[in-house]
């Protein structure tokens, strides 16, 4: 079946640094979805891309639709203590399709 | 209440106990998912109601039995677990015909012993 793979699997920054993580599969995705998880909390949407190529910003936070469409990355700038979490990226096939969802990237913000 | 709502937020049960999960979304939303989380898993879809007809069951087995009776309540019985169904169950409701995205609640945290 599909699958999604996130790199890093875990990393550490500094508070102010900016960050970039990636989401890939080797099938075509037509939407793509970004989540943060705080824990013992569900999953709360960042980002909802539906183009190829499409950049989309929420504050400090970007997302891109890569244009191959079988990746997507997720961009976070100027760092802050409360970024701390794990990150899902959601890939949907065709519409209607159920999403397929990584195992997530987990960020730890250093002070 | 906003968005998708969950209770329990945490359970404790035994092995021979039957329990229910609630979900409710107050978001208008006509689809509705049932999601398991374990640890170092990516999240497992379980079961979707569309306009509250089931159009998945994704091989889940029997001691889970979900109920969906309006498109805006889902709920979660729970008969006869094992201890590797601890995890955490997480609702979502999304719009069927607009918009994929899917939001989530809180999660009910659930240990089985």
């Known amino acids: 079946g599909q699958q999604l793979n996130q790199s890093p699997q875990s990393m550490f920054i500094q508070e102010g640094e900016d960050v970039s993580m990636n989401c890939t599969s080797s099938?075509?995705?037509?939407?793509w979805l970004w989540y943060k998880q705080d824990p013992g909390e569900g999953p709360v949407l960042l980002i909802a891309l539906y183009k190829a190529g499409e950049l989309t910003s929420n504050g400090r936070l970007t997302a891109q639709f890569g244009i191959t469409r079988k990746d997507s990355f997720l961009n976070i700038s100027a760092s802050i203590p409360s970024d701390v979490g794990i990150y899902f990226c959601a890939g949907q096939g065709n519409y209607g399709q159920n999403f397929v969802f990584g195992p997530g990237t987990r960020l730890s913000v250093l002070p | 209440e906003t968005g998708v709502t969950q209770t329990p937020r945490h359970l404790v049960m035994g092995m021979t106990n039957k329990k229910s999960l609630k979900c409710e979304q107050h978001?208008?939303?006509?689809?509705m998912y049932w999601y398991k989380q374990s640890a170092k898993k990516p999240l497992e879809l379980m079961f979707v109601y569309n306009f509250k007809e089931q159009t998945e069951n994704n091989s889940v087995p029997s001691r889970f039995s979900p109920e969906c009776p309006n498109s805006s309540h889902l709920f979660l019985h729970l008969h006869t677990l094992q201890p590797e169904d601890s995890a955490l169950y997480l609702c979502?409701?999304?719009?069927?015909?607009?918009?994929?995205?899917?939001?989530f609640g809180p999660g009910t945290r659930l240990t089985v012993t």
């Open positions: 978001l208008g939303h006509n689809a």
């Open positions: 979502a409701s999304s719009q069927v015909g607009t918009s994929a995205e899917q939001y």
């Open positions: 099938s075509i995705f037509n939407t």
